[in-house]
């Protein structure tokens, strides 16, 4: 119950913050933030979090099917822009990963 | 048809119904190993069929399995103790892993906006693309905020972050990345939960590692937002 106590805590912290910022960053990566934050600072017991946290994290992929469903009724609204939509978004993504990884591996090398 | 739409606004029918197929993918994926039977991509299209053959509404179906809508923004809070179990190395990487994903976003921004112009997309469509690599819930607000069509933000974002889980080991394996902090980070900036829970796959570092650039991705893409659009 404590893990769940402190993610819904530090989740509404996080949308109340989101707000104040006149939703520049949503409430939830704020509210992530904020947990790593009092992890760091030791305001929050670690060992107590564990077991919540790992089984919420790792279904994560359940919680975009929903999400994803709406397709049923969004086709209607990019019909005709569906070849730029599927080709600049895989084109980009690869892009992404790619110079994220190189950025990354670049500058770990660098270091050494 | 008024009785099934009745049935699948019914909270516990339709978590059971949706956790059921989602937990039966999990079980093909597993056995079959193909990428493109990704959970989230066969749980999706399994129920829109199911909705389409039974005749129910989308609106039904989204008051049946709001819940499952809504642990998405408390499963992004519990990443910050996924974050802090890599503490030490995340803090011996930190510049490097915020250069990297701050570079990877303006990529990411730049690159759609001008491939999907060029093939003629018009503004909102541009709009919904940009957050394409970033989280649903982050992605949606950005959307909604530069005039883009948050439903179809929200289906891009699946469909890239299933496709990223799908192409992103093999991207990184014919590119020569081997640093195991380079590919978690990779797969998670590129496809936000889809590509972590690929990257979990591959070991405990990677996971953790693609958690984190999933809200520093978030993070970078919100900031770097309002600044890209004035030179684009």
Known sequence: ?112 | MEAMNELFALQPFTLAFVIGIYLASVALYRRTRLGLLHPVLTSMLVIIGVLYVLDVDYEAFRQGSFLIDFMLGPSVVALGYVLYEQVRLIRRHLVSMLTAVSVGSLVGIVSVTLIARWLGADEQVVSSLQPKSVTTPIALGISERFGGIPPLTAVVVVVVGVFGAVVGPFVLDKTGVRSKIARGLAMGSSAHGGGTSRAIEMGAVEGAISGLSIGLMGVATALLMPLVRLFL
Do not use: C, D
């Open chain 1, 1 to 112: 119950m404590y893990a769940i106590f402190v993610i819904f805590l530090f989740y509404a912290a996080g949308l109340l913050l989101s707000k104040v910022i006149g939703g520049l960053i949503p409430g939830n990566v704020l509210g992530m933030l904020l947990l790593f934050g009092a992890l760091l600072a030791g305001w929050v017991k670690p060992e107590k979090m564990r077991t919540v946290a790992s089984f919420i994290t790792t279904h994560m992929a359940l919680y975009f099917v929903p999400v994803g469903v709406g397709l049923m009724v969004t086709t209607r609204y990019f019909a005709g822009a569906t070849v730029a939509i599927v080709v600049a978004s895989a084109v980009s993504t690869v892009l992404v990963l790619v110079v994220t990884a190189w950025v990354q591996q670049i500058l770990e090398k660098w270091k050494r």
